[in-house]
């Protein structure tokens, strides 16, 4: 393609939107420009590679070199590996700003798809298809086509590949490719025939991705080891969601996969447990089988797995699942496995806690609970708390063997604050449980370091409780009325207060006189707690034993949910996934596609706006004398956000219509604006109508029709009978076009863009018309 | 599968990044590196952030992360990510922040190779190593010193600090490279006394590393211990080495194992682990820490520790570090060495509160002994804060030494041809995981 610029560009200043792009790497972009320009005639090919490494670490900083481009493309015709490399690098992260441009590219990176060597070829392609703009598909189709069926499989899987990113650009250009991929699967190439499997599994994900024949699994089974580590743990994946026909076919499977069990890499593991637990959920005694099986495995990896801590931690999640789903006592051998190791990361230490919780038994207890003890008093914080709580969580499951352990968390109120505010809450569940134990905890009740808010409430609720039992139970609770507190401390004050009042009326009868005073006296009071206390004082006021008895007649509870150790959305989770990390539900923490194109178009506009505030700060932009100012609409370097109101009362109009008169004439911007403005815009209106005269369809005939329009021509070119021309134009906002005309196809393309979503309508429309009247469309 | 894989500096400066699939937000290493900054100590591997899925994993203090927008397979994507930081080991010879800038075109080339779209391409080293154009860059020197030996030594995994070691630290690039396999017996032992010395808990992680620079990667056959037993039945006694427990790298063909206690390997070029094993037995630990305690007054205290090397004489730890906390409410803490000490610092660092004490070389069955001072502000007695006293931790590494007694009886390289017989180096080295003393 043989781009050339409006000539008029090089004799005109250029106006001053360029300031939109100044900022501190302005200055540096450009002397990067000139070095790269000045060094394509260079002849020595490492001075060539330092200039092209250098774009490359600005382009790792974030900074943006997309206006090197042009330049980038001509030194892609290189022949040093080294230099190509890097090139097609840049070329395809910045193909999607630079759309038109990226045309030139394309041609070199076809040559190289036809190139001797394999390696070349395989390159070519895969950046090939990188190149993320529609219009490169046409290009695209045929190489990979082409590339599916080469004698290298380094080819075949980069076309494979291919695939899948033209699928994510347009999907209909795939038709039947799904057949070819099948194929691709008996393939003599291992690589080849996972890549074909995540093309299938991406391509039919709507359908839930590869079908799999009993045929397949065999075949795949037997090829097995034929596959590295990522490749048979997709395999794996994959079988995971095979049914077996019947128990012969099920233990046959799982008797060759066993010996995988031995295997050091982690997901390949994983995956065969996952097989494993799918193959018998439904058979509860062979499950329980399985899971006794993948034990030791599974502690291999969560002790060893090479020094990784990152993989340790991912295994501890997963035995922390299994053992939740009630098969604690499968791994309540190893318990001294789980201890925690000075030199560990706090990630582990807590999630071997939570472990080390749910496996406590009465034969390991002993140990455990001084191993516990121990990490009480850990110099992280967050370790000492876990581990309190652990011993609460151990209590409730074990209410037999929860006496000593009350007794040693009531050891604990010597030390810190923290440890003492933890110890509260823990014990406010045990005492809901099992009342008995209060009798070990008044020491640490009446201990006055309890800071905490939760720990707090914590406090209240067991002194209003056991009011009976602790002495000094009106007093604590005195001295948190008309203190500054939430209103949730507030709430269970009151109750506390009026349970012990039931009990110790005496005693309680002044304090709890106070706490009314204090909070219905009080102008800011939370509505619902003065309420309340309204309510209860009226009512003591009536008749005070009747509410009493109304009081004590509480409800039994006789369930916790401590007590149901198996979570029960817990069973769903799917092993070998982000959710036993998380133990969240998948669809928690999973959106669609659209849900990041939002995101990555808002950042987009973000960025636009931003460039446009700190523009507008400095200086009124000059265009805005241009327009007519009788209409209500804002002109463009206002940012978008203030124009929403306005943008509305657009689209109640969509009769409006754009005048000629109302463009700016003899508009002029530099070819680099006309670029960043195209990519960062967002897509605005696009129409296809079909050519109806040939005779004026060329370049020059285009360039003087828009003209007369006040549109303006900034890059033309034509390939393989497709005119490519870009036109822009100002009205109250600048509008910018893309039109092309397609002889082969017999069709006229229209893309416009604008700063305003509806002024492109507009400007679509008042190209279409004017296109109509010249009776070049229909 | 990854959308982006990204490679940040400990500030969170971008010093690798690519994005494969376009699907997410362009902004994710900040997103990534403000999130990991939440976590009071290291960020778990994997986390979300607005439906962003965040897996990472640290090495030489870089963080190497890739994101996605699928449920990724846990172990899978973190295993890829630790397989990508081998291939850059392999080809850069170490990994560090320097490293990486300097040869930031190399790992492009590497991460172009090892993914296409997201997806695991080729990733084996000796697979990637014909595609590759660029040549490695090597650091100054002087400074892969400094960053290989930061003066307090931490607790690096699986990391020797021995001279010995830096033969490996090069590229597989490298032409004039030595037809050589160095093969590493690691052990990490991790032992828990209590207060009175008796060993609660013990177990020692081992693995056999190799480090292959063989050319035309023959199939080896490696012989381990005749009296080699894997899977300990309870009560069950033996004199041989008794393994609870082991697993195996894609490369080696385990199927002898049982029979003549022999490994088929096809090794891969770099580094890989042949095999990991744990044992849980009783074994003598090493080194013998003896801590004790005088209430000199209610503000001050005296520390006497007496540290024993339990091994043979011939064999002698590189080093031997010995951490002590001391209580926050310490006012001052002056440890003190024996007279004439050699080779042997002790440091009190007054922020951490802690009494770092290094020695560098000690032989078996030699004693050492420190003795520190504390004084308490006024705020606490002697009586509480004594509590806060340890626990002891203790860092070592001692070469030509292990503890399961394992060994290599021979390796046997199988298909020779016509090169000269290859060099194989054979190293043991014991080194501390969790070695630790409570008083």
Redesign the interface.
Request: hydrophobic share 40%; aromatic share 10%.
């Given at each position: 393609m043989r781009p050339h610029y409006a000539s008029s560009i090089a004799s005109i200043p250029p106006p001053k939107q360029q300031q939109y792009f100044e900022g501190n790497r302005k200055g540096e972009v450009n002397e990067l420009k000139i070095l790269v320009k000045n060094t394509l005639s260079e002849k020595d090919d490492k001075k060539k590679r330092e200039v092209v490494?250098k774009v490359?670490?600005y382009m790792?900083?974030?900074i943006d070199v997309s206006k090197i481009f042009p330049e980038m493309c001509m030194a892609s015709y290189t022949n040093d590996?080294?230099q190509k490399?890097?090139i097609y690098?840049y070329l395809t992260?910045y193909a999607?700003q630079n759309k038109d441009l990226a045309f030139m590219a394309i041609s070199t990176f076809q040559k190289d798809c036809k190139h001797s060597d394999p390696?070349i070829r395989g390159?070519a392609l895969?950046n090939l298809c990188s190149l993320?703009f529609s219009g490169a598909i046409e290009y695209l189709m045929p190489a990979i086509r082409e590339s599916l069926s080469d004698i290298d499989p380094y080819v075949r899987?980069?076309a494979i590949?291919g695939c899948?990113?033209v699928y994510?650009m347009q999907p209909e250009f795939l038709s039947n490719i799904e057949e070819q991929l099948y194929k691709m699967i008996s393939d003599n190439d291992p690589?080849v025939i996972?890549?074909a499997i995540?093309a299938l599994n991406e391509i039919l994900a709507a359908e839930g991705g590869m079908a799999l024949s009993k045929k397949l699994v065999d075949y795949l089974l037997g090829r097995l080891k034929e596959f590295?580590?990522?490749g048979q743990?997709t395999i794996l994946?994959e079988l995971s969601k095979y049914q077996p026909k019947d128990d012969k076919e099920m233990f046959n499977i799982m008797n060759l996969l066993e010996e995988r069990l031995?295997?050091?890499?982690?997901?390949i593991?994983?995956?065969v447990i996952k097989v494993f637990m799918n193959f018998t959920k439904n058979k509860p005694q062979v499950y329980e089988q399985v899971i006794t099986r993948v034990k030791?495995?599974l502690?291999?990896?969560a002790?060893?797995?090479?020094?990784?801590?990152?993989?340790m931690?991912?295994?501890l999640?997963h035995i922390k699942f299994i053992a939740s789903k009630g098969y604690n006592q499968v791994f309540s051998q190893d318990y001294?496995?789980f201890?925690c190791?000075?030199?560990?990361?706090?990630?582990i230490k807590l999630i071997k806690l939570e472990i080390l919780a749910l496996i406590a038994c009465d034969f390991n207890l002993g140990?455990m609970l001084?191993?516990l003890g121990?990490y009480v008093?850990d110099?992280?914080q967050?370790i000492s708390k876990k581990s309190i709580q652990a011993l609460g969580a151990i209590a409730l499951r074990l209410p037999d063997l929860a006496n000593a352990i009350v007794k040693q968390l009531s050891s604990f109120i010597?030390?810190q604050d923290y440890i003492t505010n933890e110890v509260i809450i823990v014990f406010k569940d045990i005492l809901r449980k099992d009342p008995k134990h209060i009798k070990d905890c008044l020491e640490i009740i009446q201990s006055d370091s309890v800071t905490d808010q939760n720990s707090k409430i914590a406090l209240i609720y067991i002194l209003g409780q056991f009011g009976s039992q602790i002495p000094l139970a009106p007093y604590i609770l005195q001295t948190f009325i008309g203190v500054a507190e939430s209103v949730e401390l507030k709430h269970t004050l009151l109750t506390s207060c009026l349970k012990v009042f039931f009990c110790r009326a005496p005693e309680m009868q002044e304090i709890l006189g106070q706490l009314f005073y204090s909070i219905m006296n009080n102008e800011n009071e939370d509505i619902d707690l003065k309420d309340r206390a309204a309510f209860y004082y009226r009512a003591l006021q009536n008749n005070p034993n009747e509410i009493k008895k109304l009081w004590q007649n509480g409800i039994k509870v006789d369930k916790f949910l401590e007590e149901q150790n198996i979570n029960k959305e817990a069973l769903l989770f799917?092993f070998?996934?982000?959710?036993?990390?998380?133990e969240k539900s998948?669809n928690k923490?999973?959106?669609p596609?659209e849900?990041?194109?939002n995101?990555?178009n808002k950042?987009l506009q973000d960025q636009i706006q931003e460039q446009q505030q700190s523009t507008t700060a400095e200086k009124p932009d000059p265009v805005q004398d241009g327009f007519d100012i009788e209409h209500d609409i804002t002109v463009s370097n206002v940012p978008i956000v203030q124009n929403q109101p306005n943008l509305l009362e657009i689209s109640e109009q969509p009769k409006q219509k754009l005048i000629i008169d109302n463009f700016v004439l003899d508009y002029r911007i530099e070819v680099e604006y006309f670029e960043s403005m195209w990519t960062s815009l967002n897509n605005g209106a696009s129409i296809t109508r079909t050519l109806a005269r040939n005779d004026i369809a060329n370049e020059n005939a285009m360039e003087q029709l828009f003209n007369r329009y006040r549109l303006y021509n900034i890059a033309a070119g034509e390939e393989d009978n497709v005119l490519q021309m870009y036109f822009y134009g100002a009205h109250k906002c600048q509008v910018f076009f893309e039109f092309e005309i397609n002889r082969n196809l017999n069709t006229v393309l229209l893309n416009t863009k604008s700063e305003l979503e509806d002024y492109a309508y507009l400007a679509q429309k008042y190209v279409e018309d004017f296109l109509k009247q010249s009776n070049l469309i229909v | 599968m990854f959308s982006q894989i990204f490679i940040l500096s400990p500030r969170g400066d971008t010093i690798i990044n690519r994005d494969f699939r376009s699907d997410l937000p362009k902004s994710t290493p900040e997103t990534f590196f403000r999130q990991a900054k939440t976590y009071s100590g290291d960020a778990n591997p994997l986390f979300n952030v607005d439906c962003i899925q965040f897996a990472h994993i640290k090495r030489g203090g870089l963080y190497i992360v890739g994101t996605s927008r699928f449920n990724l397979q846990p172990a899978m994507s973190l295993e890829l990510l630790d397989r990508l930081a081998k291939e850059i080991k392999d080809f850069c010879g170490v990994i560090n922040e320097e490293v990486l800038r300097k040869n930031f075109i190399l790992i492009y080339e590497i991460l172009d190779e090892s993914f296409d779209f997201g997806y695991p391409q080729l990733m084996a080293t000796e697979q990637i190593k014909p595609l590759i154009v660029n040549e490695p860059i090597q650091p100054q020197p002087d400074s892969v010193m400094n960053s290989l030996r930061p003066k307090i030594q931490t607790f690096n995994i699986f990391v020797p600090n021995t001279m010995g070691s830096q033969a490996v630290q090069r590229s597989v690039l490298n032409k004039n490279q030595a037809n050589e396999i160095f093969v590493d017996i690691y052990e990490k032992l991790n032992v828990l006394f209590n207060s009175s010395a008796y060993v609660i808990n013990q177990s020692i992680e081992g693995c056999i590393q190799m480090t292959s620079f063989l050319q035309g990667n023959p199939p080896l056959k490696l012989a381990l211990n005749e009296d080699l037993q894997i899977g300990r039945q309870q009560g069950q006694y033996s004199a041989g080495v008794i393994l609870d427990d082991c697993n195996f790298h894609e490369c080696v063909n385990a199927n002898e194992l049982d029979m003549n206690k022999t490994l088929r390997i096809q090794p891969p070029d770099g580094q890989f682990v042949v095999m990991n094993y744990r044992i849980s037995g009783d074994y003598a630990a090493p080194f013998r820490l003896f801590p004790i305690i005088e209430e000199i007054s209610s503000s001050k205290i005296e520390v006497t520790i007496k540290l024993k090397a339990c091994f043979d004489a011939k064999i002698i730890a590189s080093y031997a570090n010995v951490r002590i906390p001391i209580p926050k409410q310490t006012a001052n803490a002056y440890p003190e060495l024996v007279k004439n000490a050699q080779q042997e610092t002790a440091e009190y660092d007054s922020n951490k509160k802690i009494i770092e004490w290094q020695i560098k070389k000690l032989c078996g069955g030699q004693e050492r002994s420190l003795k520190i001072k504390l004084t308490l502000q006024a705020t606490q007695t002697a009586h509480t804060a004594r509590k806060e006293i340890g626990p002891i931790a203790m860092n070592f590494e001692i070469p030509m030494f292990n503890v399961s007694r394992l060994q290599i009886k021979y390796l046997r390289i199988e298909e020779r041809g016509n090169t000269t017989n290859p060099h194989r180096w054979v190293r043991y080295i014991t080194q501390s995981s969790s070695y630790v003393c409570r008083i």
């Open positions: 490494k490359i670490a790792t900083l974030g590996m080294v490399k890097m690098l992260t999607e390696k390159f895969r993320r899987k980069t590949m899948v990113k994510y690589l996972i890549n995540h590295n580590e990522w743990a994946d031995k295997h050091s890499c982690s997901a593991v994983l995956a030791a495995p502690v291999t990896l002790s060893i797995s090479e020094g990784n801590l990152e993989i931690y991912t295994i999640c001294k496995c201890y190791r000075v030199d560990e990361p706090t990630y140990d001084n191993e121990e008093t110099v992280d967050e010597t030390l799917e070998n996934s982000l959710s036993v990390i998380y998948v923490f999973i959106k596609a849900y990041f194109n995101l990555r950042e | -």
